[in-house]
């Protein structure tokens, strides 16, 4: 795997997705500086939705055919991108752990950062989004 100074790409899949439509009051501020977004999916990992929580969590299962819906980030220098994986960091705090994975986007593999979830912070109220798409997470 790619060492991770190399990595200027951020995997965002909930609140922190540039086209994200939850409302949340720190997406606006987190994207305003982004210099491109594309989608890609993330295989080995599935997405959880809490009805009384305005996030989702990924988590890693191993399996190939559990994918999630990315859109990838990207700022115009490694500067810029290190402040927001530092905010990032932050915003996420505790709960998430950040680690590199393999995203497949415009038919290409690109390796990005990810904000996971430690397991141990799912409970009964965690339902999975069978999409793995934080957009279609309220079927009508």
Avoid at 73 to 78: A, E, M, P, R, V
Avoid at 96 to 116: D, G, M
Avoid at 124 to 134: E, M, Q, T, V
Wanted: hydrophobic residues 35%; without cysteine.
């Amino acid at each position: 795997i790619q060492n991770s100074t190399d990595v200027q790409l951020l995997a965002t899949y909930g609140t922190l997705r540039d086209d994200d439509n939850s409302g949340a009051p720190w997406t606006h501020n987190f994207i305003k500086d982004i210099s491109g977004a594309t989608s890609g999916t993330v295989a080995g990992y599935q997405l959880f939705d809490n009805a009384s929580l305005n996030y989702p969590f990924a988590v890693f299962t191993g399996n190939p055919k559990d994918t999630i819906v990315v859109r990838l980030l990207s700022w115009q220098s490694k500067e810029e991108f290190q402040k927001k994986i530092h905010e990032g960091d932050i915003l996420e705090g505790d709960e998430y752990e950040r680690k590199v994975v393999e995203v497949l986007s415009e038919n290409k593999t690109k390796f990005a950062y990810i904000y996971v979830s430690k397991s141990k912070s799912l409970d009964a109220d965690w339902k999975i989004i069978p999409s793995g798409d934080w957009l279609r997470r309220n079927p009508k």
